[in-house]
């Protein structure tokens, strides 16, 4: 029911991707972080830092903050502090060969994506070996 109640967002809806400023917001979120603080050292405002859960809790189907860090858990967005899955090693590696050779433009769009993601999660790609 109460996802009936939910205000509808122009152009958002259930199952779209999040972006990674969202991503990184959930990420702050699942560490604790209120829309204020979050704002300060994003430099945002709290009510941008509002917008930006609103849609992200839109995406995933989320009721509140506290549903949205859950769902990221159970969708792998998010890790418990300090522990990788070996699939996303093996992507960053993978990133790394790609932004390192002449490679399609797309590969190489695609691997700086993910690099930026597993930054933005706390993963250090220069750790992760050739």
């Known amino acids: 029911m109460k996802a009936e109640l939910r205000t509808p967002i122009p152009g958002i809806t259930a199952g779209d991707p999040l ?14 972080g209120t829309n204020e603080t979050i704002g300060q050292r994003m430099y945002l405002a709290a009510d941008t830092i509002r917008t930006h859960v ?10 509140d903050r506290a549903h949205a860090v ?6 792998g967005l998010l890790k418990p502090a300090g522990r990788v899955a070996p699939w996303e090693l093996e992507c960053l590696a993978l990133a790394r060969q790609v932004l390192k050779g002449d490679d399609v433009w797309a590969l190489r769009v695609q691997a700086d994506r993910v690099l930026t993601r597993a930054r933005i999660v706390g993963v250090d790609p220069q ?4």
């Open 19 to 32: 972006t990674d400023r969202e991503l990184e917001i959930l990420v702050a979120i699942s560490r604790g």
């Open 54 to 63: 609103a849609r992200m809790c839109r995406k995933l189907g989320a009721d």
């Open 70 to 75: 859950a769902i990221g858990f159970d969708l």
């Open 127 to 130: 750790a992760v070996s050739s």
